[in-house]
């Protein structure tokens, strides 16, 4: 099973400096395993992000590509002070390769992608998102910018230092990467 978690700290405590421990726990929510959800099957959500101007959640799938193409799932939750009541996704968006083309699953031919953490940009609305590679494949770690229709936009240059080499136990460690 997937578990989502929250906490909450209370707006009051927030403005005054307070450290983690002011921090507790207020609810849990469940998505049973290999749920499926618009034509794909939610598996190992990991990066989470929280955009104020929509509120709108955004969960990365960081099934490595193993059910499906790498995606990311929108989703509203409920929750107050006292409580985290329920998680709704609301919808599933492919992340897309610089040539348009969505990414291959991890069992096919192609550029896959293992995305490990996702951030809205409140500057443009943008999506950023990383990728921990794959050594097997020679895939190197990146770190994209998408719409949020997961459209390319850009990649930011990565040092050569954490290029993955097939042959050799140099650069990222196997999906311990971004």
């Known amino acids: 099973m997937l578990l989502v978690l929250a906490w909450l700290m209370s707006t ?11 921090l507790r726990f207020i609810g849990e929510q469940q998505i049973p395993h290999k749920q499926p959800f618009q034509g794909t099957t939610v598996g ?13 959640w955004i969960l990365a799938s960081d099934d490595r590509s193993d059910f499906d193409a790498s ?3 929108t989703a509203k939750l409920a929750y ?16 897309r390769q610089q040539n348009g083309k ?4 991890r069992w096919k031919l192609g ?8 951030r809205f940009d409140p500057l443009d609305d943008s999506i950023w998102y990383s990728s921990e590679g794959d050594r097997m494949r020679q895939l190197n770690p990146f770190i994209r910018r998408a719409l949020r229709s997961g459209e390319f936009i850009e990649e930011l240059s990565v040092s050569p230092m ?17």
């Open 12 to 22: 009051a405590q927030a403005g005054q400096g307070l450290s983690v421990q002011a």
């Open 71 to 73: 995606r990311f799932y």
């Open 44 to 56: 190992g959500l990991s990066g989470i992000d929280y955009d104020a101007g929509t509120d709108t």
């Open 162 to 178: 954490f290029a993955m080499r097939r042959d050799q136990q140099v650069g990222s460690r196997n999906n311990l990467a971004f």
């Open 80 to 95: 107050d002070g006292q409580a985290f009541t329920s998680m709704t996704l609301t919808s599933t968006v492919p992340f």
């Open 111 to 118: 550029e896959i992608a293992d995305v490990e953490a996702v």
């Open 102 to 105: 969505p990414f291959s699953s």
